[in-house]
């Protein structure tokens, strides 16, 4: 007889380090700080000691984040170098925790970089479940006992699980750091549209380009938010319009003719009217053209690679998606060009 297969999770967690921390703001606090590896993640956890060791905040980081973040991280290889690392400034006594204006803790790494000291901050999210755990519990052992008092928990359980998933939700939005989308309604609007065509559960909107910050011209947004699939588009204009589209595909940059490309998952969206517009013509999804970075159908949605320094960077003409019987849905202007303040480009990250 063959010796049994060895068991394989699809995802591999390493531990590597953990140890103690105050936050100087705190007395007799400390907490107890974790990193691990999973597969393409860094993970930093921080627990309290109450009662018992519970799990009260975290997050979650790949390697291009962390290059993002900071040059610093440059120097290193991967993210078990970056690991390591974190671990020998803990032993040097360089790592602080400090609570945030959002009441979040930053998870604070001193370093020094061609001889100037830095401060690399890493935002830890507040995570608590023990509430709905201990409901949990105690509706198992109320079964036909009280049975008042049961649906009393049962009530406040269904009030804890909604409050924990707009917090949820308001944490995603914040992480998205959006100068456009504002309003945890309209993230709700966008996503479970995204979900509902996609028939996936997505995780966070991942932000790869914003105008006013990374500046415009093909170049700037190309190396950012093209050949990337799974877009979202936030456009606001200089009139105050906000608006948007989803495609499951990819922009691209062009030199010749333009190009069509279908997607049946895509849609558009308005912010200020808080409604969706699906599509029409699939084959018409998006355009790839030489001077326009982002196009939605043959004129439903056009962005200049130019928008910021061009008085006339944007244009929408509302012709290969339902709008619904509305006039100027997206930006109050139908078939007319106008300026635009800014340009987000996020990724669409789902659940495993």
């Known amino acids: ?3 049994p297969k060895p068991f394989i999770t699809k995802k ?5 380090s953990n140890f103690k921390i105050t936050n100087p703001d705190e007395k007799d606090n400390y907490y107890l700080i974790e990193i691990f590896l999973e597969n ?8 309290s000691f109450e009662s018992k060791i519970k799990l009260i905040y975290e997050n979650i980081y790949t390697f291009s984040e962390l290059l993002k973040m900071h040059k610093y991280f440059k120097m290193f290889d991967t993210l078990e170098e970056i690991a ?7 032993n040097k006594n360089l790592i602080s925790i400090k609570k ?3 009441d979040n803790y930053d998870f604070i790494l001193n370093v020094e970089l061609n001889k100037t000291n830095i401060e690399l901050k890493f935002e830890l999210i507040y995570k608590d479940n023990n509430q709905l755990i201990q409901i949990t519990e105690i509706l198992h052992s109320l079964e036909k006992e009280n049975k008042e008092l049961k649906q009393s928990l049962i009530e406040y359980k269904t009030k804890l699980e909604k409050n924990e998933l707009i917090l949820t939700q308001l944490l995603k939005l914040h992480k998205m750091n959006s100068s456009i989308m504002i309003e945890i309604e309209e993230f709700e609007l966008v996503v479970n549209q995204i979900e509902k065509n996609m ?3 997505v995780n966070y909107l991942k932000q790869l380009y914003k105008g006013t910050r990374d500046g415009d011209g093909m170049s700037n947004i190309s190396q950012r938010a093209f050949n990337i699939n799974h877009i979202v588009l ?9 608006y948007g589209g989803f495609t499951s595909i990819c922009f691209e940059q062009t030199s010749g003719n333009t190009t069509y490309k279908s997607d049946d998952k895509s849609f558009l969206f308005s912010l200020d009217r808080k409604d969706t517009y699906p599509i029409i013509n699939k084959d018409q999804a998006i355009r790839l053209c030489h001077d326009r970075a982002f196009m939605f159908g043959p004129n439903d949605i056009w962005v200049y690679g ?7 960077g944007g244009y929408t003409g509302q012709a290969t998606y339902d709008y619904k019987g509305l006039d100027a849905a997206l930006s109050g202007i139908n078939k007319q060009y106008f300026d635009l303040k800014d340009v987000e480009a996020y990724q669409v990250i789902y659940e495993n």
Do not use: A, H
């Open 1 to 3: 007889m063959e010796p």
């Open 12 to 16: 591999e967690i390493k531990k590597i």
């Open 40 to 47: 393409d993640n860094l993970i930093i956890n921080m627990k």
């Open 84 to 90: 390591q690392n974190i671990n020998e400034l803990q």
């Open 100 to 102: 945030n204006q959002n």
């Open 199 to 201: 028939n996936k559960k």
């Open 234 to 242: 936030l456009v606001r204009s200089k009139s105050g319009y906000r």
């Open 306 to 312: 130019t928008f910021l320094s061009n008085s006339e």
